[in-house]
T-cell receptor, first 114, second 115 residues
Framework: AQSVTQLGSHVSVSEGALVLLRCNYS??????LFWYVQYPNQGLQLLLKYTSAATLVKGINGFEAEFKKSETSFHLTKPSAHMSDAAEYFCAVSPFQGAQKLVFGQGTRLTINP | GAVVSQHPSRVICKSGTSVKIECRSLDFQATTMFWYRQFPKQSLMLMAT?????????EQGVEKDKFLINHASLTLSTLTVTSAHPEDSSFYIC???????????FGDGTRLSIL
């Protein structure tokens, strides 16, 4: 079975500061991991995905995430926060590369302070 | 990029009404579509998975007769909330995937409010 824990339901950073959103997973098989972003009253947009090709994954909008098997983590980072990054972020895990069935974390709301 | 269109974006209706939500993949053929429900400030909960031409697979605790899912073509799936009640009010989101190692692509959701 798979599960995802996102540490911190709310993260607040200043504009230009480093963004770090934490995600730890549990999986009985090699996992495939995803980060999605959700803006208010919208669906989810895929930021990036880990599918075992490379441990450091670069996504859209300047985000990247590093898969660390020893720590069972897949934290999302961005060097410099933008006001437009304010949104809800979800980490998800799937036992299949094709994301046949995703299990989502609880979500982290990112607030950017001017 | 892959686009999923969900319609309507918002529905307000009286208790006892049945509501149909459409999910369309606009530029790819979706072998599998998913329906999620999201409560305020919470994560997405998978309701059911549907493959084109076959019956949907519902998650535990989701009433099949309450939430009717049809996936009649490779580009369209519908979710019908039958005899909706206020407790069915929620944000419903669909997603679709092409197959192979392709990820899920999400619609913009439907906010359902039952009075």
């Amino acid at each position: 079975a798979q599960s995802v824990t996102q540490l911190g339901s709310h993260v607040s950073v200043s504009e230009g500061a480093l963004v770090l959103l934490r995600c730890n997973y549990s999986s009985s098989v090699p996992p495939y991991l995803f980060w999605y972003v959700q803006y208010p009253n919208q669906g989810l947009q895929l930021l990036l995905k880990y599918t075992s090709a490379a441990t450091l994954v670069k996504g859209i909008n300047g985000f990247e995430a590093e898969f660390k098997k020893s720590e069972t983590s897949f934290h999302l980072t961005k060097p410099s926060a933008h006001m437009s990054d304010a949104a809800e972020y979800f980490c998800a895990v799937s036992p299949f590369q094709g994301a046949q069935k995703l299990v989502f974390g609880q979500g982290t709301r990112l607030t950017i302070n001017p | 990029g892959a686009v999923v269109s969900q319609h309507p974006s918002r529905v307000i209706c009286k208790s006892g009404t049945s509501v149909k939500i459409e999910c369309r993949s606009l530029d790819f053929q979706a072998t599998t579509m998913f329906w999620y429900r999201q409560f305020p400030k919470q994560s997405l909960m998978l309701m059911a998975t549907s493959n084109e031409g076959s019956k949907a697979t519902y998650e535990q605790g989701v009433e099949k007769d309450k939430f009717l899912i049809n996936h009649a073509s490779l580009t369209l799936s519908t979710l019908t909330v039958t005899s909706a009640h206020p407790e069915d009010s929620s944000f419903y989101i669909c997603s679709a995937r092409e197959g192979g190692d392709q990820p899920q692509h999400f619609g913009d959701g439907t906010r359902l409010s039952i009075l």
